[in-house]
């Protein structure tokens, strides 16, 4: 009994002779922790970012307006030269080939030949015009209807346009080669010169669109690293505070590439804004000009698709010059 009663009290004994730890005591944080307080702090600045904004919105405003027109005149020429192929894809696009037939090829012959070319899958179209639809419209034509009416005979062929089903030049230079081969052909001509112009002016437009909008991207990459460097300097108090207490320059320069996101989202959506209104303003005029040529052409305006490209674009350019600025100047804020 007594043996049971003296165990717990030298326990006890034991446990108060042991030698206790002093000093302070390191707290340690889980990766849980550290990754709760990055997300919390993103979250904070990007908050932060748009109070900043509309703290002041007349420089904040002037600063997307300038980004939001730089951003307008390369997308409005991009969706204008998008419209422009599109309405030019409904004419007569595709290149032709004006095969003239001997004089004296006989008919069936030359009913033979055009279900063959019809079934060639280089071929898209074939269409037949005899002589006398010839004479007839070039009598129409030419304006010189009594003078022709006096003539013994036609001087004009049987002529076969083909239509190929393709546009690539080595492929419709072998065509018309082929043709030529044929004991019907008196003569071809390859008529492709305005699909190539066409094709030369559209490509043109293109690289232009594509220089302007390097130009106006560098140009807005300018425009935020100088207002990035402007927030910079307001707060240059604030960063070596920061600093002091053991602030890194990754937790420095948070807030300010935040604020260069902002200014390129808003820059962005108020460039789709303008365009959309450039759009609505020239629909009526463009409908009624397509009309009077009876086409029934209407212009696309930047929809979802556009709107999230440009939007994305625009803040991806303001994010990057927010990052040049902040990579130059807070490295340079050091406290003494």
Do not use: C
């Amino acid at each position: 009994m007594n043996q049971r009663i003296n165990s717990p009290l030298r326990a006890s004994q034991a446990q108060a002779e042991r030698p206790r730890s002093t000093g302070a005591v390191t707290a340690r944080t889980s990766g849980g922790d550290r990754l709760r307080s990055w997300l919390g702090h993103h979250r904070e600045m990007w908050h932060e970012s748009w109070v900043r904004f509309f703290a002041s919105p007349m420089s904040s405003g002037m600063t997307a307006l300038v980004i939001a027109i730089a951003l307008a005149l390369p997308a409005a020429l991009q969706l204008g030269l998008t419209n422009f192929q599109r309405a030019v894809a409904g004419w007569d696009g595709q290149p032709q080939i004006s095969v003239f037939l001997h004089k004296g090829a006989k008919q069936e012959a030359v009913s033979a030949w055009t279900d063959k070319l019809r079934a060639d899958p280089l071929v898209a179209e074939v269409t037949y015009i005899s002589p006398e639809q010839a004479l007839a419209e070039f009598q129409q034509a030419s304006g010189l209807g009594d003078a022709l009416v006096g003539m013994d005979s036609n001087p004009l062929p049987a002529v076969l346009l083909v239509r190929p089903s393709g546009s690539d030049s080595a492929a419709l230079e072998a065509l018309a080669e082929r043709l030529r081969e044929s004991a019907l052909t008196d003569s071809v001509v390859l008529d492709m010169a305005w699909v190539q112009r066409l094709a030369q002016l559209t490509e043109l437009g293109r690289r232009m669109s594509l220089g302007l909008a390097f130009l106006l991207a560098l140009g807005v990459l300018l425009v935020v690293v100088n207002s990035i460097r402007l927030h910079i300097e307001n707060r240059r108090e604030e960063i070596l505070v920061v600093k002091l207490v053991g602030g890194t320059d990754a937790f420095v320069r948070r807030p300010f590439l935040y604020t260069g996101l902002v200014y390129g989202l808003v820059g962005g959506l108020i460039a789709w804004l303008l365009v959309s209104v450039g759009v609505w303003l020239l629909a009526g005029p463009v409908s009624g000009l397509a009309g009077s040529y009876g086409s029934g052409f209407e212009l696309d305006g930047p929809g979802v698709t556009y709107l999230l490209g440009l939007a994305g674009g625009a803040a991806l350019l303001g994010l990057t010059g927010a990052w040049l600025a902040v990579a130059r100047h807070i490295s340079a804020i050091q406290p003494r």
